[in-house]
């Protein structure tokens, strides 16, 4: 039998594609877990069907988007004028992955995914990797559209200071 592997979906409010609220799931992700073998299952925010969620899943990908995960839950008490909050589904994530883990399914995340595992297992985030990069004197040369920089480092010598960064961002 194959694997039902449950997918979070992103949620967007009223505007733009619909004018009602609407989930959405990149196709592309589905095809991977069906070429896989697996058969994709999207999971709408139900914070009341999670445990009959995860009795019937045999994995669990959580899936990224333009949004942020509340600073709150890695122990900050300000948020960064940036960071974008979807607190109904984080709070989804984050309920269907403790269920999955406690019952010793495999979860595996996708950018923001990676980052909700890190906060359930007790890790912390950078709210703005771009000012954290510009105050150890790196150089964006690149902005994708979630606004993610990926940053060039300058020829002198940032060794220590990247170090630094990353220590701090795996805390």
Known sequence: MKPVIGMTLDCETAGGYASVPWYALRKNYCDAVAHAGGI???LPHQIDAVEAYADRL??????????????????????????????????FELAIA?????????????????????IMFGGT?????????????????ETNTFGANRAKLEAYNLEEQVREINKRAAK
Do not use: W
């Not at 994995?59 to 948020?79: A, C, H, K, N, R």
């Not at 269920?99 to 990676?114: L, V």
């Not at 985030?125 to 040369?141: F, K, N, R, T, V």
């Open 40 to 42: 994709p299952l999207p």
């Open 58 to 91: 045999d994995g669990l990908v959580l899936t990224g988007g333009g949004f942020d995960i509340p600073p709150e839950l890695y122990g900050e008490t300000t948020i960064h004028p940036t960071v974008t909050l979807k607190p109904e589904r984080t709070h």
């Open 98 to 118: 403790k269920r999955c883990y406690e019952q010793g399914k495999p979860i595996f995340g996708i950018c923001g995914g990676m980052q909700l595992i890190n």
């Open 125 to 141: 985030l950078i709210q703005d990797i771009h000012s954290e990069y510009i105050s150890a004197g790196a150089q964006i040369i």
